[in-house]
């Protein structure tokens, strides 16, 4: 039995670190400048927009808000939590970690070999600020003695995953997309802000919006125009290779498709796109896309638009700015988690 650290304590060491991730210091600026050297996709701007984003969730309103049912000094079995980490855009798997940290129990990290600079650094300041976290951390290179999971992956790994785990508690996350709904009356503000929400981290992210639903007829010309402020993207030689890919496909195969120098757009019912590419589909009645987005609930990451749906949506803009209660996958891991002791 280990005694855990107070809510108090856990709430002040958590946003002790958010701070120093608001203001980096040489040290974390050095590494967020570099990180393009062990990962391409990872350039500063996207390394700095991800720690940006944890320091801003590692508030104490909110921290407050998500801890409150989290007991004080109660004696709890520690559990050892296998964490198998993504890497498709940085820090990516940081909040999994965080919870098990806030819910007592031991973080076995099994860091993704695209990120393994970034979750070391800010973990160190961690335990620098409250040293008694030193005991619920420890990176592995093979997952083993865990009493349950939490494994991110594709869809094909996702089933190995599902079978060599299958006799613990776990969570298995797979492949996922966002999508947004326009209703022909946004505003170019907004239409410029839905460009984060499809281009930032380069579009890797199950945050990142992959499909349009527009009403039938949509101009895309107010929505390209929009956009044009992240022609930058193409700059990126990875980025380009992929657009100058597909647009090769398309070319070859004859496909439909519309091209504004960086981003393809294409008439497609599927919600995974290529990079790149942006799928889109028309509608006739609102209720048809609130049909099929329930319908496939389980491909769905984020919703983002300004209608009125029966469905969780983000305003445009800020499908990657989660907070501490946006689980991945709708999975509350906090509770999965509570329920181990």
């Known amino acids: ?15 002790a670190l958010g701070h120093i991730m608001a203001k980096p210091d040489e040290q974390l600026s050095a590494l967020i400048n570099s990180a393009h050297q062990y990962n391409a996709w990872f350039t500063p701007q996207s390394a700095a927009m991800a720690v940006s984003a944890i320091a801003g969730m590692m508030n104490k309103k909110d921290l407050g808000k998500w801890l409150e049912n989290e007991s004080g000094n109660a004696e709890i079995k520690m559990r050892s939590i296998g964490l198998i980490l993504a890497g498709n855009i940085p820090i990516v798997g940081f909040h999994d970690i965080l919870c098990v940290l806030a819910s007592g129990h031991k973080a076995l990290i ?6 393994q600079k970034l979750i070391p650094y800010i973990l160190n300041k961690l335990v620098e600020i409250e040293p008694n976290f030193e005991q619920q951390i420890s990176y592995i290179d093979r997952l083993k ?60 992210g199950c945050r990142n ?40 496909i398309f070319l070859v195969n004859l496909d439909k498709h519309l091209d504004n120098g960086f981003l393809l757009l294409k008439e497609d019912s599927h919600f995974v796109s290529p990079l790149a590419v942006l799928y889109y589909e028309e509608y006739q009645k609102l209720e048809k896309v609130e049909s099929e987005l329930l319908k496939n609930e389980d491909l769905i990451q984020c919703i983002v638009s300004n209608s009125k ?24 891991t906090m509770k999965f988690l509570r329920e181990l002791r």
């Open 309 to 332: 749906l029966p469905l969780s949506t983000l305003p445009f803009g800020q499908s990657q700015c989660p907070g501490l209660f946006d689980y991945a996958d709708g999975v509350n």
């Open 110 to 115: 099994k860091l993704s070999s695209q990120d």
């Open 1 to 15: 039995m280990s005694k855990i650290l107070t809510s108090n304590q856990r709430i002040t060491a958590f946003e």
């Open 209 to 248: 919006v992959s499909k349009l639903y527009v009403p039938q007829g949509y101009d895309f010309r107010i929505f390209f125009e929009s956009i044009e402020g992240f022609k930058s993207v193409a700059d990126h030689h990875k980025y380009n290779n992929n657009y100058d890919y597909n647009k090769s």
């Open 145 to 204: 003695d865990f009493d349950a999971v939490i494994a991110t992956g594709s869809n094909n790994t996702s089933r190995y995953f599902d079978y060599y785990f299958s006799k613990v508690p776990h969570i298995i996350r797979k492949n996922r997309n966002s999508v947004a709904v326009l209703n022909g009356q946004e505003s170019r503000e907004e239409l410029k802000a839905l460009g984060h929400d499809i281009f930032d981290y380069f579009g890797l």
